[in-house]
């Protein structure tokens, strides 16, 4: 159980473009999704979390007009990076949060990860 | 706010060694704490979890880590490693009540020798 798909693995795109990263938890609903950066051979960067039904909670020094999040429903969350440029290329990671757990005792799943890269 | 210390970088060890990694967390309150695997080329997947009750904590694959209160500590062992444990660990933590968002460490790369 609990399994976190991303979609797509790997994209390339041009600068200036924007681009959409699915996640979607496949056999328990989330209210809760969380975006991660990874650089490479560095540890996870928590980027924002994400509530269904309402606003994403950016942490500091991420720009939110950039990193679009929309949670809309219990089992997918989006993130768009738009006007994508070369410095945005990087791994994003999602996570997901059962809600079965009790509160205080959540677990995130995460996702497969999607490598971006901006040309 | 949390903050987790991984202070070996990169271990190297041979098949059947006994496996310790570091890990120590600050933070004030009662926390959640967790380790990660990550195989190369492969999603982070959770290795263990401690929330409350025995301290010593058994997971999947043979590991398991044990939580020292007094010493912010969460260390994460193996008695014998093998070769397709090779991979990036990741310790992590949140606040048990209230803000459940991870702080991980940044990381251990290790290396089994076969």
């Known amino acids: 159980g609990a399994v976190v798909s991303q979609h797509p693995s790997r994209v390339i795109c041009k600068s200036g473009t924007s681009v959409k990263i699915e996640c979607r938890s496949l056999?328990?609903?989330?209210?809760?999704m969380f975006w991660y950066r990874q650089f490479p051979k560095q540890s996870l960067m928590l980027m924002a979390t994400?509530?269904?039904?309402?606003?994403?909670?950016?942490e500091q020094g991420v720009e939110k007009d950039k990193f679009l999040i929309n949670h809309a429903s219990l089992t997918l969350s989006t993130l768009t990076v738009t006007s994508a440029h070369p410095e945005d290329s990087s791994f994003y990671i999602c996570?997901?949060?059962?809600?079965?757990?009790?509160?205080?005792?959540?677990?995130?799943?995460f996702g497969p990860g999607t490598r971006l890269l901006v040309l | 706010a949390q903050s987790v210390s991984q202070h070996n970088h990169h271990v190297i060890l041979s098949e059947a060694a006994s496996l310790e990694l570091g890990c120590n967390y600050s933070y004030g309150g009662t926390v959640n704490l967790f380790w990660y695997v990550q195989y190369p080329g492969q999603h982070l997947q959770l290795l263990l979890k401690?929330?409350?009750?025995?301290?010593l904590v058994k997971g999947i694959k043979g590991f398991e880590a044990e939580f020292i209160k007094s010493k912010f500590s969460f260390n994460l062992r193996k008695p014998s490693v093998q070769w397709s444990d090779t991979a990036e660990y990741f310790c992590a933590v949140n606040a048990r009540f209230g803000n459940e968002k991870l702080t991980f460490g940044t990381g251990t790369r290790l290396t089994i020798i076969p």
């Open positions: 994400s509530n269904e039904g309402s606003k994403a909670t950016y």
């Open positions: 056999d328990f609903q989330a209210t809760t």
């Open positions: 996570s997901a949060r059962d809600r079965a757990f009790r509160q205080g005792q959540e677990t995130q799943y």
């Open positions: 401690y929330f409350s009750g025995d301290p």
